[in-house]
């Protein structure tokens, strides 16, 4: 038997400075993060930046197997120019689909100014404490017939209140503050259809894709007899699935939706239907064609939650957070190239040129009222990092709007890293 073993060095300690733009606003920072503490496989993340929002000074640690079990420990603290917030998570995951029981507790507290946006302007601001409890305890029969189900129980304190920043130069209506206290109970059934694939969303590695149907379902009913402020129906679920056309591995199309919500005594509250689809067709070793298609449609949201398309959500030829609205949709073509060029073995050398059409509808009730499509084109270079552990990809993109206002700049310059192509 002849068997051929392939290795490849990853960097885990990733020092850095980092600047990125978008929609045409600039962030920079600086961070040090090591993804394999001592060789014990722990993460530890020190950071300190500045973006659009705020300045962040962030301390992160987090050990996936602790103490060489599958407990997880996760615990982060952060001090931001308008607040702070702290996080800490104790759990037991469904590790493998063959794993029987899993359990966790979560604390999440936050303290900041949420801003809102018209036309890529601030046009209000508010001050956000949110703190959230949650603990749950799952348990499964394991992987049967190459596929699982997993049911869950938990309670859940979610709370949020809202105030007025003193001084500021806007007049803000303030969000309703809300608490919500509720046990629920989720359902989970996923199929064992795993593949693997490059150079889709990434750069000379190799990708894990789920093409098996997965559905998740959580109901919950928020109490006044447990703290909460209202009596409410609390539910999501979402479900995913992968299709590969006939051919091979040339085209496949991965497609998800979820719903999320609340009915109180007068109806539905702050509900959120979602659905995606991503279509990858491989050209050639070197080519590949995307095209993916978003939609969001929103009713009665919270005001606190704001769907907004501009240069941070997609539609880069603009500025960020241009457009709000009850609903919004997003489609991007992109044509992909993947060269062979590995300057220095650092970094794999992609590029693109892209697409983006999109808009909203509803009323926004905190800004002016606009209807049409947007539009942009444009072309941009990727740098994928393969030697570092996180396996990111570096984007510079210039984007051109098409049939902008006069207002909007004609060229947009992003520079940004993601995970994905």
Known sequence: MDVEVITRDVWTLNPGVSFGRKGGKSSSGFELEELNLFGLGAQVNLRKSNDVDRDITSARYVDRQLGSSWWALEAEHSEFSDGGAQRLLLEYPFYALDARWAGGITTDDAERIDTRYDRGLPIGEYRVDSRLRSVWFGWSRGLRERSVT????????????????????????????????????????????????????????????????????????????????????????????????????????????????????????????????????????????????????????????????????????????????????????????????????????????????????????????????????????RLGNSRSGLGNVIHIDLAFPVGAEKSIDSMQLLIETKRSF
């Open 150 to 381: 997993r049911w869950s129980l938990g309670l859940t304190a979610d709370e949020r209140e809202f105030d007025t920043v003193t001084p500021s130069r806007f007049a803000t209506r303030l969000p309703e503050d809300r608490k919500l206290a509720y046990p629920w109970v989720a359902l989970e059934w996923l199929e064992d259809d795993f593949r693997a694939a490059r150079n889709l969303d990434q750069i000379g590695r190799t990708e894990d894709f789920q093409f098996g149907w997965r559905v998740d379902a959580r109901l919950g009913y928020s109490t006044t007899s447990l703290g909460a402020d209202r009596e409410a129906w609390v539910f999501s679920s979402r479900v995913s699935h992968g299709i590969e056309f006939e051919g091979g591995s040339q085209r496949s199309l991965l497609f998800a939706a979820a719903l999320t919500g609340r009915h109180e005594d007068d109806g539905f509250a702050d509900l959120l239907l979602s659905g995606s689809a991503r279509y990858y067709h491989r050209q050639s070793s070197s080519r590949l064609f995307f095209a993916s298609l978003s939609l969001d449609i929103g009713e009665k949201l919270d005001a606190d939650r704001e769907l907004m398309l501009g240069g941070d959500t997609g539609l880069r030829g603009y500025p960020l957070r241009y457009r709000g609205g009850q609903g919004r949709w997003l489609l991007t073509l992109e044509q992909r190239v993947f060269t062979d060029w590995y300057p220095f073995r650092l970094l794999h050398v992609g590029a693109a040129a892209f697409v983006d059409v999109g808009g909203t509808w509803g009323r926004d009730p905190f800004a002016e009222k606009r209807r049409g499509v947007l539009g942009d084109a444009g072309i941009g270079l």
